[in-house]
């Protein structure tokens, strides 16, 4: 009973290609995320969905387009992949509040290991 | 300036060691600030909340300065299974614009 959880967990594909990754969440979370964690290990938000709709969409190309059906799943399309796509992706989700409790804790998937070739 | 910043280390300590790591945070309007341990090849999971008394789980210790806007994990006692790269966070008041720093490396050496 996996809480997040992400498919493929490894993606080796050619440059050019487009690519989509899958996440689903059984936390009954209204929040929804991607990062991506590169080489130095550095973890950057890319979206952030709040019930299907978008809150947070950092610079990220318009090669990457997320899509939520509903708000269990988070999915990421990218197109014409180029070699700085490459990367670990982690989707992760969190229980948003309007309450005064400013803290909430995220959840993240295992990652997709992205190789752009 | 990122927005949060740690030393990335690597901070190598014998078992048994005290070592402490600080993150500085460049939003002053932060409410909500974690740290999250991230094993080799694995998600980040959360080790603790960080609140603005201080608090403490077990071995660790976490301290929040608004006024110098940053934050600190102590571990007492290291133990070997420490071993992991710290991740220091910083959010929004919905936590929905989380901000993670680049990670701090720790080894616990016997």
């Known amino acids: 009973d996996t809480a997040v959880s992400q498919t493929p967990k490894y993606l080796v594909t050619q440059m050019g290609n487009d690519k989509s990754i899958k996440c689903e969440q059984n936390l009954g979370h209204d929040t929804m995320y991607w990062y991506k964690q590169d080489s130095k290990k550095f973890l950057k938000i890319m979206f952030s969905y709040n019930n299907k709709e978008l809150i947070i969409n950092e610079t990220v190309p318009n090669r990457f387009s997320p899509k939520s059906p509903d708000k269990a799943h988070l999915n990421l399309h990218i197109n014409s992949l180029e070699l700085g796509d490459s990367a670990v992706y982690f989707c992760a989700s969190s229980q948003a509040r309007t309450s005064a409790t400013p803290t909430d804790t995220q959840y993240f998937g295992p990652g997709t290991r992205l190789t752009v070739l | 300036r990122k927005e949060v910043e740690q030393d990335p280390g690597p901070f190598n300590v014998p078992e048994g060691a005290t070592v402490a790591f600080n993150c500085t945070y460049s939003?002053?309007?932060?409410?909500?600030f974690f740290w999250y341990r991230q094993d080799c090849r694995k998600e980040p999971k959360l080790l603790m909340s960080v609140y603005s008394s201080g608090n403490e789980d077990g071995r660790f210790t976490a301290q929040l300065n608004r006024a110098s806007q940053y934050i600190s994990l102590l571990i007492r006692d290291s133990k070997l299974s420490d071993s992991a790269t710290y991740l220091c966070g910083s959010g929004g008041w919905n936590n929905n614009d989380m901000r993670f720093g680049a990670g701090t490396r720790l080894t616990v050496k016997p």
């Open positions: 939003n002053s309007a932060s409410q909500s």
